[in-house]
């Protein structure tokens, strides 16, 4: 009992001194109100947020060049443009709108495949840099019959006759013609199929299902290290196809009764086989998992 009242008094005691009568006018504890408290803490916060957004204004952060490569007919200085509204509008609030380092690759990779025809793209920055390599997607089939050339769109139907600087940088892609050492070849789009009937028929358009399997041969043999030049129909009907290549023997292919999937499988496993021997003729693969070569 006696404990207890003790130390009762002795808080007593204390709390006098502290904050009662017995108070030390010469150590006063003052107290800071909240809202400086408050205010502070929200000084610091402003204060990061500024430093942080005027970091972004760095000149040495901002961009200077994109530079697009790998474009036959799509116009580079286009892509470029768009590039950087793209960089523009996806700015954060008050930050610079062209700071290179805050813009997401993946992001700028995949909004430039839906704004242009490509087959691949891949964005890299190199300091206040970004180079863009691009492969352009085919978008135009050729289509040459006894009397003319013609230029199809993806569907296989007519857009337009080729133009004599077209048709003169098709004779030389297919090895009718020879360009002369000072000639400027009309460029073509890489990899456009060049189909050329053997029969005389002057219809200029093909199914939706040839087109398909030309454009997705034209795009799937230099994967196994082939090239087509032209593709031989003997009548836009037929099934077979006969197809020339820069590597010096022709390739046979159905794509009638086979897919065009199914016959690259083959050819994958034939040419890449150690003991494979390129062919002096050609190499057929019309007929499944027997492959001819001559």
């Not at 590039?83 to 509008?89: C, D, G, T």
């Not at 133009?163 to 297919?174: H, L």
């Not at 046979?252 to 150690?274: K, P």
Request: charged share 20%.
């Amino acid at each position: 009992m006696v404990k207890k009242q003790r130390n009762f008094l002795r808080l007593r005691h204390a709390k006098a001194h502290d904050d009662g009568t017995l108070k030390n006018p010469l150590f006063l504890k003052i107290k800071t109100p909240r809202w400086r408290i408050g205010a502070g803490i929200v000084a610091s916060v402003l204060a990061i947020i500024a430093a942080g957004i005027g970091i972004t204004h760095i000149p040495a952060l901002q961009l200077s060049t994109v530079a697009a490569h790998g474009t036959v007919t799509l116009d580079s200085q286009q892509i470029e443009q768009t590039i950087r509204e793209y960089i523009a509008r996806k700015r954060l609030p008050l930050c610079s709108s062209t700071n290179v380092y805050l813009t997401h690759m993946n992001a700028l990779e995949t909004y430039v495949m839906t704004q242009f025809p490509l087959q691949s793209v891949s964005i890299t920055r190199q300091g206040q840099s970004l180079n863009v390599a691009l492969v352009e997607k085919v978008t135009t089939v050729a289509l040459r019959t006894k009397e003319k050339t013609a230029m199809l769109d993806v569907t296989g139907a007519y857009v337009r006759d080729a133009t004599f600087e077209e048709s003169r940088a098709i004779d030389i892609r297919v090895g009718n013609a020879t360009a002369a050492s000072d000639e400027l070849v009309a460029t073509l789009q890489p990899d456009m199929p060049v189909v050329i009937n053997t029969q005389s028929e002057s219809i200029t358009a093909l199914s939706a299902s040839s087109t398909t399997a030309f454009i997705a041969l034209a795009e799937q043999l230099p994967i196994n290290g082939i090239h087509a030049l032209a593709f031989y129909l003997d009548g836009l009907n037929a099934p077979f196809v006969r197809i020339d290549t820069a590597e010096g023997y022709d390739v046979y292919v159905d794509i009638g009764l086979r897919t065009i999937e199914e016959q690259m499988q083959v050819l994958h496993a034939v040419v890449s086989a150690d003991d494979f021997a390129v062919p002096d003729e050609y190499l057929d693969l019309r007929f499944g998992a027997y492959v001819y070569k001559k």
